[in-house]
């Protein structure tokens, strides 16, 4: 059986079916087209150019597409980057499928839902169970598939729920050595929190972002989206507010994209949760393609540092 794709050391030769996850269009400094590829298998993804690029090969490698590669890994400015030597559309002949290419969560939906609905189950407070229910229902299915982004953190499938169970897990460890935390009010933030990614992302497969995603953005439509479960359900309280200002406040800081500073203390308590998460996740998923002495690749959102891996860990 082959490696998969992030299996490969740098230098080594590459011979695999991966999937295109994007591909952007530039002109070299010679005035001559080339394509950015992202490619991917389930292990992860990584960079590649295509250079001299006709409109034929532009309209040919587009997202969704699997393609058979040979090439070389190698290092560039402390990124790992695939240097193809041989790119072809694959055929039916080749029996491989999408479903074949993609990362996933490591748990199953199944898991997933069981796991937030048990949560839900446990609020004791009834305008926030109902309001949290409400919406989940609305989009549970795009909640189970989703990644939790396009890029950086959890962009895999199922990486929204599986995002939403490892938050709800750690706030509970928290709540349980911080009793003033409200646990219904934190657990519903969590649930919530980025549920407004399935109208902001356009899918499982070769995320991009919609015209809703671009203009409104996730905060904004969940925010509307409380508000309308709210009159729905006939609720009108004050957790309706306290609901909608813990997702707009979830990002932590006005230049981090967050419309809203948290101003309660649940909100404080989930914009850290968050970043702890999708760090974690970052990290994790970068060291594991290290070998222990050894520096991770640069990591963009984490200030592009890189990571070491020491020798000692089992």
């Known amino acids: 059986m082959a490696k998969e794709l992030l299996m ?68 560039y400015r402390g990124r790992m980057q695939l240097k193809i030597r041989q790119i072809r559309p694959s055929s039916p002949q080749d029996g491989v499928s999408v479903s074949d290419l993609l990362e996933t969560a490591p748990i199953s939906k199944d898991e997933i839902s069981s796991k937030v609905t048990q949560y839900i189950f446990e609020m004791k407070n009834p305008n926030i169970q109902r309001i949290t229910r409400h919406l989940l229902k609305k989009y549970l299915q795009g909640f189970l598939e989703y990644p939790a982004a396009t890029k950086n953190h959890h962009e895999f499938v199922s990486g929204l729920g599986y995002h939403v169970v490892s938050m709800l897990d750690l706030a509970k460890a928290i709540a349980e050595l911080y009793p003033s935390l409200d646990k219904d009010l934190l657990f519903s933030g969590i649930i919530l929190h980025d549920l407004g990614k399935v109208i902001e992302l356009s899918g499982p497969v070769s995320t991009s972002y919609t015209v809703e995603g671009n203009l409104l953005g996730h905060i904004s439509i969940m925010v509307n989206e409380i508000g309308k479960a709210a009159d729905e359900l006939g609720i009108h309280g004050e957790e309706v507010v306290i609901l909608q200002h813990l997702v707009l406040s979830h990002h932590g800081k006005l230049e981090w994209g967050s419309p809203k500073q948290p101003m309660i203390k649940e909100a404080e308590i989930l914009h850290l949760i968050d970043n702890l998460d999708a760090k974690m996740n970052m990290l994790d998923r970068a060291l594991k393609r290290v070998k222990p002495g050894e520096f991770s690749e640069r990591i963009f959102p984490l200030d592009n540092r890189s990571f070491y891996k020491p020798t000692f860990h089992l």
């Open 8 to 75: 490969h050391d740098v230098g080594e030769q590459v011979d695999l079916f991966l999937l295109i996850k994007s591909a952007t269009k530039g002109i070299a400094s010679n005035g001559k087209p080339f394509l950015t590829i992202i490619l991917q298998d389930q292990s992860g993804d990584i960079e590649a150019k295509l250079w001299d690029t006709s409109d034929d090969e532009v309209k040919m490698y587009q997202p969704e597409t699997i393609v058979r590669v040979a090439g070389e890994v190698h290092n």
